[in-house]
């Protein structure tokens, strides 16, 4: 079978647990091929790999969004378009139910490009339609250029090159749930999702968070995402979630509860479960499995440590993780300057099996998360977890109704300090709770989190999103 995955900023570009998901589900099925289908942002990340593709990757088709802002345009272009078109045209800048296949015909089929289309009479038309229904107020100028800019991308990937195969994987929705859609509409064959987190629900974060989005604006920004998500279910075959509350939102959004499976992430317990724990130096020595950026909140992690080491003067903290933003991390670096903090290290990329042997235990401070590696993989090695209450943290740490297990770290609320700093202080002045915590996590990982019972549950899904889409 060949299997397109389609990926949106993640693998192979960059470490982490979606990429590090989609590379080792590639090994693990070494009889299938595998054609990559890459979404990312500049052009000068081409071929910038941060993994050794797997010999049965056949083929890598690389989309960068920026050839779509930056394409030449045609000024005495004027492109034309029938009423049934303008009516979904109309739809999709108004984040409605545009008829998405018309799309594949005005974008893919006949090559209109996206950038005449936006400096067009007839887009002209529309906006001042929309402007006067939902934004009387605002100023047109704004509204134009912000329409611009949210729909250019999606149009852009819309027309570009859809690479053959016998079944498409989107890792979530957004841009590659909807080119996967698309794909899987022109080529007729199958596709499934798999949402590592939910896309939706983190770019709204991102987005009432965010100073670039005018505050006028923010609400059409969601929309546009929110529309995107339920065509991506609505298409799919299959889709998958990582724990019962993700399914739960899935639903919320608009996707059929018949459609969705909820098969864990898994990893190869032994591999982890024979690190030894670290013999005593002196130090309490902790540290952060994360890729730096604004949506882990290390900053809420630096001023709860500078809090900590008030008290707890021999605490070492080692963040391990690629820098998935320069200026955050920047940031987070003139912070640590600011509180003038000893012992905290940023270690980027390293060989966790390796580093991992130097802890006492993990922290992860996130505001938004799926199922993370990271935990599982601390508790595989007997590290107990501090983690916030987001995703799946708290069912990894405290098990769900059927797990007697008992717990293998703390929960605490996002961006709350004082819960962070107070199970901070309780696993560092009372350390003997650290192995028996640490066993639990182990055990709870063998039994819950195995990656054979993984990669069996996505053959058979597969196999049933093939069926059902022959019959």
Known sequence: ??????????????????????????????????VLWTINDLESKKGKFSYTLPKNVVNIQETFLES????????????????IEKQTLQELIRCGNPDWKMLLEIFHKDKKKPIEFLMSEDFLTLLKDFAADEFPYTSFTDLFWTVRSMFLPLLYLIGTKFPEADIYHSVSTGYAGVVASLASIHFNKPMVLTEHGIYTREREEEILRSEWAPPQFKRLWIDMFVMYSKFAYQTAQRVTSLFSRAKDI?????????KISVIGNGIEHSQFADIPIKEPNGYIDIGSIVRVAPIKDIKTLIYTFA?????????????L?????????TECLDLIDFLDIKDIK??????????????DFTVLTSISEGQPFAVIESMAAHRPVIA?????????????????????????????????????LDLCRHQEKLVPMGEI????????????????????LYREAVAEWQA
């Open 346 to 359: 940023f270690e980027g990329v390293v060989d966790i099996k390796k580093y991992i042997q130097k802890l």
């Open 250 to 258: 899935q639903v919320e959004i608009g996707c059929s509860p018949e």
């Open 388 to 424: 916030t209450n987001v995703g799946c943290c708290k069912e990894l740490i405290e098990g769900e109704l059927t797990d007697d297990l008992g717990t293998a770290g703390i929960c605490v609320q996002p961006m709350n300090q004082k819960q962070l700093y107070n199970a901070l």
């Open 321 to 329: 993780g690629n820098v998935d933003d320069p200026d955050y991390y």
């Open 68 to 83: 779509g802002l930056t394409s030449r345009i045609n000024k005495a272009a004027n492109p034309k378009f029938s009423d």
């Open 441 to 460: 996590g182990s055990v709870r990982v063998k039994r819950y989190y195995n990656k054979a019972d993984m990669v069996k549950k996505y053959s058979e």
């Open 307 to 319: 809090e900590l080491k008030q008290v707890v003067p021999n605490a070492r903290l080692f963040i």
């Open 1 to 34: 079978m060949k299997i397109c995955f389609i990926l949106e900023g993640s693998y192979p570009y960059m470490k982490g647990g979606v990429s590090n998901w989609v590379h080792e589900f590639i090994l693990d099925n070494p009889n299938d091929e595998f």
